[in-house]
């Protein structure tokens, strides 16, 4: 069969089966199974949306201002997140689900209040560690037979990485004490290479040797004084 024959097949296909959007007959996976695993995933950023929204609001104590100033960031970023996947759901000819009652049963993460801001700053780490770890099996499942839905998820997953990295930080910034126990909520196995989650944080006293090379862009510290100061402005 010569190309143009392909071509016009293609196209009478296309016109005729118009309907269907941006799926052609070559799409490899059960639209039906992707759009209602893209549903748990667009339930999971929709509860982080509203948790780390009410954590922006509810935030006090010493470190307020820096770490608001991040719970909104991230909010944001969940909140494009959750768009990303409703668009894809939608081009795949589902419907993205945004029931209140039924996002609240889909998703991976769970809402939860929280009463201090070390409390907070946990849950928010414990909620990026599950859409980690199910977005990483998302990507495995979209593998070669949804290169667009995979890269999709790949780039949200990289962002959750670093929420995670960020919550971290902040919790090791709070609660300097309590760095065996914070340690321990997650291991470096399951996070990239590309994040710092899970790893030993240095201390001031570390010998040289013993420091990794930071490629961040700074410190919790320092991000904690820069929320600070941007916030002054
Ligand atoms: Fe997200
Ligand atoms: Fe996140």
């Known amino acids: 069969m010569g190309f143009l024959t392909d071509i016009k097949t293609i196209r009478a296909r296309a016109r005729k089966e118009i309907n ?3 799926i052609t007959p070559d799409y490899l996976l059960d639209t039906d199974q992707v759009c209602k695993i893209l549903n748990e995933a667009l339930a999971t950023e929709i509860v982080c949306v ?38 894809r759901i939608k081009q ?8 209140p009652a039924v996002v609240a049963e889909r998703s991976h993460s769970e809402y939860v209040e929280g009463t201090s801001l070390a409390d907070m700053i946990r849950e928010n780490l414990v909620a990026e560690r599950i859409a980690i770890q199910t977005y990483r099996e998302m990507v495995k499942f979209f593998g070669e037979k949804d290169p667009t839905t995979r890269r999709m998820m790949e780039e949200i997953l990289a962002v959750e990485e670093e929420h995670a990295d960020d919550m971290a930080d902040f919790l090791f910034a709070v609660e300097p004490d309590n760095i065996d126990k914070t340690s321990k909520l997650f291991f470096p196995d399951e996070v990239s290479t590309k994040s710092d989650a899970g790893r030993k944080v240095e201390t001031e006293n570390a010998p040289a040797s013993q420091k990794k090379p930071s490629n961040k862009k700074s410190s919790p510290k320092n991000k904690l004084a820069k929320n600070k100061s941007a916030k002054k402005k």
Do not use: C, T, W
């Open 20 to 22: 269907e959007g941006a």
């Open 92 to 99: 795949l000819g589902g419907k993205p689900e945004m029931n």
């Open 50 to 87: 509203l948790r780390y929204r009410f954590h922006y609001f509810m935030a006090s104590g010493i470190h307020k201002e820096g770490v608001a100033a991040e719970f909104l960031e991230h909010s944001k970023e969940e909140q494009a997140h959750a768009d990303l996947i409703a668009e």
